[in-house]
């Protein structure tokens, strides 16, 4: 019994991490048959956890590829949520009288959310100390990925390509943009350079996804225009193609 605990949350966590999955890729990454794999799906989606999608290839037989379904994703998110939850009351009694007086709703709710995100970037600020863009990269990702926030980066040429197959918090990310937006700025206030999100699962993407100019300049935002303009040349093609694969957003 334990062992089959042990390939069911291997299936799971594998799903959470990679997204979308063949029964012969995760056979493979867990070191079971393919048989055994195939009996915990045929549960998981009886349970409502996974869903499945036939993607047809030139030849031979369809593959059945398995992902986690909402309900799937939120309850792998649970420890993500709780440590949403205790950010977000410090972050409330942080704002200040000058930060919300006469803003709406939304906006309050946005600077709550900036609030969160300084947060995460000061817990682990410790962790990002080198001066190497690539190596901070690196290290970026190190602590990120056990935020569930990054769980990949791909070296563009002249740029980064940070990625998450997952949601830390998709209920949450579906009902307003700032959770999507604090990931990226967390990513930004822990590189220290501008950190441009092309791609969200919020909106519809395959996967969250972050640009990362490697002629960026240190200490620039996302909201600095020099530093923008600086960078767009390099980035709004990366950009315009990444369209062509998913739902692509810039906040």
Not at 187 to 192: F, G, K, T
Request: hydrophobic share 35%.
């Amino acid at each position: 019994m334990a062992t089959m605990e042990r390939t069911r949350d291997e299936v799971l966590r594998l799903l959470y991490e990679r997204g979308e999955c063949s029964v012969a890729d995760l056979a493979e990454a867990i070191g079971v048959s393919d048989s055994a794999v195939r009996r915990h799906l045929d549960l998981l989606e009886a349970d409502g956890l996974v869903d499945t999608r036939l993607e047809r290839i030139p030849r031979g037989r369809p593959i059945t590829r398995f992902a986690l379904s909402a309900a799937g994703e939120e309850d792998r998110a649970a420890e993500h949520y709780q440590r949403l939850l205790s950010r977000l009351s410090p972050a409330l009694v942080n704002l200040t009288p000058e930060e919300i007086r006469g803003q709406s709703g939304r906006e309050i709710l946005d600077r709550v959310f900036d609030h969160v995100a300084a947060s995460v970037a000061d817990e682990h600020r410790g962790r990002v100390t080198s001066s190497n863009l690539d190596e901070r990269v690196q290290q970026v990702l190190s602590v990120l990925t056990e935020e569930g926030i990054l769980r990949e980066v791909e070296d563009g040429g002249d740029f980064y390509r940070l990625k998450n197959a997952g949601c830390p918090y998709r209920s949450t990310a579906m009902e307003t943009a700032a959770c999507c937006s604090a990931d990226r700025r967390t990513i930004e206030l822990l590189l220290d350079v501008p950190v441009e999100q092309v791609m969200t699962l919020a909106d519809g993407g395959h996967q969250c996804e972050y640009l990362v100019s490697k002629g960026a300049p240190r200490g620039a935002r996302h909201d600095d225009e020099a530093a923008n303009t600086a960078i767009a040349g390099g980035l709004l093609p990366v950009v315009a193609q990444t369209a062509q694969k998913g739902t692509t957003t810039q906040r």
